[in-house]
């Protein structure tokens, strides 16, 4: 065991010869899943409140707020934030899936909090790496003490130290957001949710015979359950790089194929399935104690028009930790670019984006050249993505001369082309003629005051690099 206080060390770090537990390696990780499925409780099951009241009162509560106190980040707008946090305690039933640790402190490798944009039509789940080191306070606890701040460490040992209070002061400490409420959940219920919703498709890119996690299936497509999809978000070594930011992607992708299941698959409009699901969901459900069933309800109402293809997932800016290799740092100033842009989110996403255009040129019929001329790397790919999922034929063209101003340009034959991209853009100037300008082509030249496309299908916040959505083709990278 590592000395430093600092360090969180993990069974599924260690050498198979010295894990005694596999277990246990197993039901931490689980917390990806069972909250990525209270996500989908919570959006599309309280309308029926009145039918799943005996289930929602499982649901167990902690005063978080006694325990944060008054100096808090301010909240900016509408957005909702929900911290999901899994819990490998072993208290009451979960204490057969690994006895001798009855009595350690609980550990949280999954924190992903959960922003619903104004208007409830877009979810973005945002991950941060359990190996994160970001600076962690002092923190209260529910016998009056408190925990020795650290000037680093790593984020998940805030949940060790402090319990959900203070991985909530933690994060709200380094992005600045307002956190409104948190859900908490342990592992008991994993099998039992992913038999609720008939499985779900997950695909492997090669034959997996893997000991540790004891995953076996053949390459290509497959829709699991129960004991397999358990060994299939276990596997850490048996596929891809054997990081944890890898696997983190991964089960992204095996949530958002689970949500998507849930909200298309009729489980959510089945009372049967729907019950079993939440019954078996809720009894591992912890909740600060201003999350009510009737604030969840409220909750819900205002997310009907969310389908899983606005629901997203992101792993927050993330790069080396020089001290380190095993651990990661916040990439800057890419991480708090994004925070602010969580913060502002003032978006009211549409269920049907209006083309605000003069141009009667519809986007299916418009070419667009991305530059990035903002500095920051990556956001030709990010602006394109979002071109590209409202409709427009889009390529990137690579880097420009660095320029605060977005500007939109046309070759020749492309000037009503380019009224329908400038459209899409708050305040642009006027687009203008480029000499050297492809025929039939518009070239968007994103300068270093971009915010983000109209009708974003981002809710607001920009597109990120190697976000999953829930719609997404599971064997597609």
Not at 324 to 351: E, H
């Amino acid at each position: 065991m590592n000395s430093n206080p600092m360090y969180m060390e993990y069974v599924d770090d260690a050498d198979e010869a010295v894990a005694p537990s596999a277990r246990r390696r197993g039901w931490r990780v689980l917390g990806w899943v069972s909250v990525g499925l209270s996500v989908v409780m919570v959006a599309g099951s309280l309308t029926a409140y009145g039918v799943y009241r005996k289930a929602l009162g499982n649901i167990a509560h902690e005063d978080a707020n006694a325990l944060l106190g008054p100096n808090r980040p301010k909240k900016l707008n509408s957005a909702m934030n929900i911290l999901l946090l899994g819990s490998d305690t072993r208290a009451g039933a979960n204490a057969k899936y690994g006895r001798s640790m009855v009595k350690d402190p609980p550990r949280s490798d999954t924190m992903i909090l959960l922003h619903l944009s104004p208007g409830g039509g877009q979810a973005l789940g945002i991950s941060f790496p359990r190996d994160l080191m970001v600076p962690i306070p002092s923190c209260k606890l529910p016998n009056g003490h408190r925990t020795q701040p650290q000037s680093v460490g790593q984020i998940n040992s805030s949940f060790t130290y402090g319990g959900a209070s203070c991985v909530i002061k933690t994060i709200e400490g380094f992005t600045n957001i307002k956190i409104d409420h948190f859900v908490q959940i342990d592992f008991n219920g994993f099998k039992a949710i992913t038999n609720a919703v008939g499985g779900v498709e997950v695909c492997l890119p090669k034959a997996v015979n893997d000991p540790q996690s004891k995953l076996r299936l053949g390459k290509g497509r497959h829709t699991i359950k129960g004991e397999t999809a358990l060994a299939y978000v276990r596997t850490r070594k048996g596929l891809g790089d054997g990081s944890d930011t890898d696997r983190i992607k991964r089960q992204q992708k095996f949530m958002g194929a689970l949500a998507n299941k849930a909200m298309s698959a009729g489980v959510l409009s089945n009372p049967n399935r729907l019950l079993q699901l939440m019954n078996a969901t809720t009894k591992s459900l912890t909740t600060d104690s201003e999350l009510t069933p009737q604030v969840m309800m409220r909750i819900a109402s205002g997310m009907q028009g969310m389908t899983s293809g606005k629901l997203r997932f992101v792993t927050v800016p993330w790069g080396a930790y020089a001290p380190d290799p095993n651990r990661v740092a916040l990439r800057q100033p890419d991480a708090n670019r994004f925070f602010a842009a969580v913060r502002n989110d003032k978006t009211v996403p549409s269920d049907k984006p209006k083309q605000a255009t003069t141009s009667k040129i519809p986007p299916s019929q418009v070419r667009v050249r991305v530059y990035n001329a903002s500095g920051i790397n990556g956001q030709a790919k990010r602006v394109a993505d979002d071109l590209e999922s409202q409709g427009f034929q889009v390529t990137v063209g690579g880097n420009a001369k660095p320029t605060a101003t977005t500007r939109v340009l046309y070759g020749p034959g492309a000037d009503q082309h380019a009224l329908t991209v400038n459209a899409l853009l708050p305040n642009p100037p006027q687009p203008a003629p480029r000499k050297s300008g492809t025929p039939g082509v518009v070239d968007l030249v994103v300068g270093s005051n971009w915010s983000a496309l109209k009708n974003s299908q981002s809710g607001g916040i920009p597109t990120q690099a190697g976000e999953v959505k829930a719609t997404d083709d599971i064997c597609k990278e």
